[in-house]
Protein backbone atom coordinates (compact mmCIF):
# COMPACT_ATOMS: atom_id res chain seq x y z
CA UNK A 1 0.00 0.00 0.00
CA UNK A 2 1.64 3.29 -1.20
CA UNK A 3 0.48 6.40 -0.02
CA UNK A 4 1.37 10.06 -1.21
CA UNK A 5 2.03 13.32 0.66
CA UNK A 6 1.93 16.68 -0.23
CA UNK A 7 1.14 20.25 1.15
CA UNK A 8 -0.49 23.03 -0.25
CA UNK A 9 -0.15 27.11 1.53
CA UNK A 10 1.37 27.86 4.93
CA UNK A 11 0.31 29.48 7.97
CA UNK A 12 1.82 32.62 6.71
CA UNK A 13 -0.72 32.70 3.84
CA UNK A 14 -3.84 32.07 6.27
CA UNK A 15 -4.07 28.68 5.41
CA UNK A 16 -2.11 25.33 5.30
CA UNK A 17 -3.41 21.89 3.96
CA UNK A 18 -1.61 18.69 3.39
CA UNK A 19 -3.27 15.89 1.21
CA UNK A 20 -2.51 12.10 1.89
CA UNK A 21 -3.55 9.81 -0.69
CA UNK A 22 -3.06 5.44 -0.86
CA UNK A 23 -3.48 4.84 -4.45
CA UNK A 24 -1.83 2.44 -6.07
CA UNK A 25 1.46 3.38 -8.39
CA UNK A 26 -0.17 1.59 -11.55
CA UNK A 27 -3.76 3.76 -11.05
CA UNK A 28 -1.62 7.32 -10.37
CA UNK A 29 0.27 6.64 -13.29
CA UNK A 30 -2.49 5.71 -15.64
CA UNK A 31 -4.73 8.94 -14.11
CA UNK A 32 -1.33 11.30 -15.09
CA UNK A 33 -1.17 9.29 -18.44
CA UNK A 34 -4.61 10.08 -19.82
CA UNK A 35 -4.94 13.41 -17.56
CA UNK A 36 -1.85 14.38 -20.03
CA UNK A 37 -2.79 12.65 -23.61
CA UNK A 38 -6.02 14.61 -23.05
CA UNK A 39 -4.17 18.29 -21.81
CA UNK A 40 -1.03 18.04 -23.77
CA UNK A 41 0.66 19.09 -20.58
CA UNK A 42 4.25 18.00 -21.04
CA UNK A 43 5.26 19.61 -17.53
CA UNK A 44 5.16 18.59 -13.72
CA UNK A 45 1.64 18.20 -12.73
CA UNK A 46 0.77 21.00 -9.92
CA UNK A 47 -2.29 22.22 -8.70
CA UNK A 48 -0.81 25.82 -8.47
CA UNK A 49 -0.48 25.61 -12.68
CA UNK A 50 -3.62 24.23 -13.42
CA UNK A 51 -7.22 26.01 -14.52
CA UNK A 52 -10.36 25.09 -13.05
CA UNK A 53 -10.96 23.13 -16.60
CA UNK A 54 -8.13 21.12 -16.19
CA UNK A 55 -8.50 20.86 -12.73
CA UNK A 56 -11.71 19.29 -12.76
CA UNK A 57 -10.95 16.51 -15.25
CA UNK A 58 -8.57 15.30 -13.29
CA UNK A 59 -10.58 14.54 -10.46
CA UNK A 60 -13.14 13.28 -12.90
CA UNK A 61 -10.21 10.81 -13.91
CA UNK A 62 -9.74 10.38 -10.49
CA UNK A 63 -13.45 9.39 -9.64
CA UNK A 64 -13.43 6.24 -12.22
CA UNK A 65 -10.67 5.08 -10.11
CA UNK A 66 -10.09 3.07 -6.98
CA UNK A 67 -8.47 5.14 -3.74
CA UNK A 68 -8.44 6.95 -0.79
CA UNK A 69 -7.40 10.02 0.86
CA UNK A 70 -7.16 11.94 3.91
CA UNK A 71 -6.73 15.88 3.24
CA UNK A 72 -5.63 18.07 6.82
CA UNK A 73 -7.03 21.45 7.00
CA UNK A 74 -4.66 24.09 9.37
CA UNK A 75 -5.58 27.81 9.81
CA UNK A 76 -2.94 30.57 10.76
CA UNK A 77 -5.40 31.80 13.84
CA UNK A 78 -3.68 29.13 15.46
CA UNK A 79 -0.46 31.20 16.62
CA UNK A 80 2.88 30.43 17.85
CA UNK A 81 3.29 29.57 21.35
CA UNK A 82 5.06 32.75 23.09
CA UNK A 83 9.21 32.11 22.17
CA UNK A 84 8.37 30.65 18.63
CA UNK A 85 8.82 31.79 15.68
CA UNK A 86 6.50 31.24 12.64
CA UNK A 87 8.94 29.34 11.02
CA UNK A 88 8.60 26.63 13.58
CA UNK A 89 4.96 27.07 13.76
CA UNK A 90 4.55 26.55 9.91
CA UNK A 91 6.87 22.97 10.32
CA UNK A 92 5.01 22.01 13.67
CA UNK A 93 1.49 22.61 11.98
CA UNK A 94 2.86 20.75 8.90
CA UNK A 95 4.11 17.54 10.66
CA UNK A 96 0.61 17.40 12.78
CA UNK A 97 -1.08 17.40 9.34
CA UNK A 98 1.32 14.95 7.98
CA UNK A 99 0.96 12.66 10.81
CA UNK A 100 -2.78 12.88 11.33
CA UNK A 101 -3.54 11.86 7.90
CA UNK A 102 -0.89 9.20 7.64
CA UNK A 103 -2.54 7.27 10.71
CA UNK A 104 -5.68 7.78 9.52
CA UNK A 105 -4.59 5.79 6.24
CA UNK A 106 -2.85 3.47 7.98
CA UNK A 107 -5.67 2.61 10.28
CA UNK A 108 -7.68 1.01 7.23
CA UNK A 109 -4.57 -0.84 5.84
CA UNK A 110 -4.24 -4.75 6.09
CA UNK A 111 -0.81 -4.63 4.24
CA UNK A 112 2.50 -2.92 5.19
CA UNK A 113 2.60 0.71 4.10
CA UNK A 114 5.09 2.54 1.54
CA UNK A 115 4.69 6.52 2.98
CA UNK A 116 6.01 8.78 0.17
CA UNK A 117 6.16 12.74 1.38
CA UNK A 118 7.36 15.51 -1.09
CA UNK A 119 11.13 16.62 -0.69
CA UNK A 120 10.45 19.91 -1.93
CA UNK A 121 9.28 22.35 0.96
CA UNK A 122 11.50 22.35 4.14
CA UNK A 123 14.89 21.68 4.65
CA UNK A 124 16.52 18.16 4.71
CA UNK A 125 17.63 18.13 8.46
CA UNK A 126 13.41 19.36 9.20
CA UNK A 127 12.42 16.50 6.73
CA UNK A 128 14.61 13.88 7.84
CA UNK A 129 13.29 14.16 11.31
CA UNK A 130 9.53 14.57 10.34
CA UNK A 131 10.35 11.35 7.94
CA UNK A 132 11.54 9.32 11.02
CA UNK A 133 8.42 10.39 12.81
CA UNK A 134 6.69 8.80 10.04
CA UNK A 135 8.66 5.58 10.09
CA UNK A 136 8.02 5.13 13.36
CA UNK A 137 4.41 5.37 13.70
CA UNK A 138 4.06 3.13 10.58
CA UNK A 139 6.56 -0.14 12.69
CA UNK A 140 8.98 -1.91 10.55
CA UNK A 141 6.56 -3.62 8.31
CA UNK A 142 6.58 -0.41 6.56
CA UNK A 143 8.52 2.67 4.59
CA UNK A 144 8.97 5.81 4.60
CA UNK A 145 10.99 7.90 2.14
CA UNK A 146 11.23 11.42 0.89
CA UNK A 147 11.19 11.96 -2.90
CA UNK A 148 10.29 15.47 -5.51
CA UNK A 149 7.29 15.56 -6.99
CA UNK A 150 7.75 15.72 -10.42
CA UNK A 151 9.55 12.05 -10.52
CA UNK A 152 6.18 10.36 -9.05
CA UNK A 153 2.64 10.48 -10.14
CA UNK A 154 1.11 9.61 -6.78
CA UNK A 155 3.00 12.74 -5.71
CA UNK A 156 1.36 14.74 -8.28
CA UNK A 157 -2.24 13.92 -7.77
CA UNK A 158 -1.86 14.40 -3.84
CA UNK A 159 -0.44 17.79 -5.06
CA UNK A 160 -3.62 19.02 -7.06
CA UNK A 161 -5.87 17.48 -4.14
CA UNK A 162 -3.85 19.41 -1.64
CA UNK A 163 -3.91 22.90 -3.52
CA UNK A 164 -7.19 22.29 -4.56
CA UNK A 165 -8.48 22.36 -0.81
CA UNK A 166 -5.99 25.10 -0.18
CA UNK A 167 -8.13 27.32 -2.60
CA UNK A 168 -11.31 25.77 -1.14
CA UNK A 169 -10.94 27.37 1.83
CA UNK A 170 -9.67 30.70 0.68
CA UNK A 171 -12.28 33.36 0.21
CA UNK A 172 -11.73 34.51 -3.44
CA UNK A 173 -13.81 34.12 -6.55
CA UNK A 174 -12.49 30.57 -7.02
CA UNK A 175 -13.69 28.87 -3.61
CA UNK A 176 -17.15 28.13 -4.90
CA UNK A 177 -15.98 25.93 -7.82
CA UNK A 178 -13.37 24.27 -5.65
CA UNK A 179 -15.70 23.33 -3.00
CA UNK A 180 -17.78 21.67 -5.79
CA UNK A 181 -15.17 19.65 -7.49
CA UNK A 182 -14.31 17.99 -4.49
CA UNK A 183 -18.20 18.03 -2.86
CA UNK A 184 -18.61 14.11 -4.45
CA UNK A 185 -15.69 12.94 -3.10
CA UNK A 186 -16.39 13.91 0.25
CA UNK A 187 -19.95 12.89 -0.03
CA UNK A 188 -18.82 9.61 -0.95
CA UNK A 189 -15.94 9.29 1.72
CA UNK A 190 -13.03 8.81 -0.94
CA UNK A 191 -11.78 11.76 0.72
CA UNK A 192 -11.86 12.62 4.55
CA UNK A 193 -11.35 16.18 5.67
CA UNK A 194 -9.61 16.14 9.08
CA UNK A 195 -9.59 20.09 10.25
CA UNK A 196 -6.86 21.31 12.86
CA UNK A 197 -8.44 22.26 15.82
CA UNK A 198 -7.97 25.47 18.03
CA UNK A 199 -6.35 23.35 20.46
CA UNK A 200 -2.64 22.82 18.97
CA UNK A 201 -2.39 19.44 19.99
CA UNK A 202 -6.17 18.51 18.36
CA UNK A 203 -7.51 17.30 14.94
CA UNK A 204 -11.04 17.32 14.44
CA UNK A 205 -12.43 15.50 12.10
CA UNK A 206 -14.95 16.80 9.88
CA UNK A 207 -17.40 14.97 6.71
CA UNK A 208 -16.93 18.15 4.69
Not at 71 to 81: D, F, K, M, R, Y
Request: overall charge negative; glycine content about 10%.
Amino acid sequence: MSIYCDESGGVGRGVMTLAAISIDDETADAVVKRFRAITGLSSELKGSRIDLTERGLLFELLGQKSWTAIVGVAISALVPEAGQDRGSHDTDIYAQLLNDAVAGLIERADECVQVIIDDGRYGPETLALIRRDIADSIGPCGTASLELSHRLPGLQIADVIANTFFNRAMATERQGRMAAIVAPFLDSGKIKLHVLSSNPMGVDQHPG
